[in-house]
């Protein structure tokens, strides 16, 4: 599974980061222990800054779609990004 996220993600999901997939943290979009589940629908690649940004609270995370996230910044704004095509 986590193969399969890095395959479809390619790079850490916070808009304009570009670090590889392969030097990020799989993440749950909606956290494990609020009830989110470990499939490919819940999971994404943040790399290790911004997933701590995530947990700290500055950042919100959605995945409406697989592969499909929108990010929250602090003041609000919202961010929509795709997976790069296969």
Not at 45 to 52: E, F, G, I, P
């Amino acid at each position: 599974l986590q193969d399969w996220v890095r395959i479809r993600d390619k790079t850490c999901r916070h808009p304009g980061c570009n670090r590889a997939a392969v030097a990020t943290e799989i993440d749950h979009t909606i956290p494990w222990h609020h009830g989110g589940r470990t499939d490919h629908d819940n999971l994404a690649c943040l790399c290790a800054k911004h997933h701590r940004l995530k947990t700290i609270g500055l950042w919100d995370y959605m995945q409406p779609e697989p592969g499909t996230i929108t990010a929250t910044s602090p003041a609000g704004k919202t961010y929509t990004t795709q997976p790069p095509p296969f």
